[in-house]
């Protein structure tokens, strides 16, 4: 599948930020998003339900140096520097977020806010940060 299929707009910067899809997306997109030269990371967010286990799986899945709190600040600070990720941009899928969506509504939207912080922080400096929330019904 092309980028035009999932209608991006991979070479506009403005486009890059915060979407849901659908989980049988994860796949097609993260090929694309790789084949486009960025580093794709996917976060496995099966059955994470709170704030705590949410911190601790991005921690290890983006592997997060071992300085950094288990906050949602430090979560913010990692997201802004990524040097340890030797990239010309990022696209990070996490997977299977609907547990954490249910579960954790709260956190569920501070992860979106942070996300979408970090997105806007690396179009400032002209580098595309994508974040895909895949969920099995992205809809609702």
């Known amino acids: 599948m092309s980028h035009d299929a999932f209608e991006l707009g991979l070479h506009d910067l403005a486009n890059a930020g915060v979407y849901a899809i659908g989980t049988a997306d994860v796949g097609p997109l993260a090929a694309t998003l790789r084949d486009a030269g960025l580093r794709v990371s996917r976060i496995d967010l099966l059955d994470v339900s709170d704030k705590r286990t949410l911190l601790a799986r991005m ?60 997105s806007q922080f690396w179009a400032d400096r002209e580098v595309p940060f994508w974040a895909f929330i895949a969920l099995e019904h992205p809809d609702a």
Do not use: M
Request: charge should be negative.
């Open 59 to 118: 921690s290890a899945q983006l592997d997060f140096p071992a300085r950094s709190g288990g906050n949602w600040d430090a979560l913010l600070d990692n997201l802004r520097d990524l040097g340890w990720l030797k990239a010309d941009g990022h696209a990070l899928f996490l997977d299977q977020a609907d547990s954490l969506r249910a579960g954790a509504g709260e956190a569920f939207d501070t992860l979106l806010e942070i996300l979408d912080d970090a």
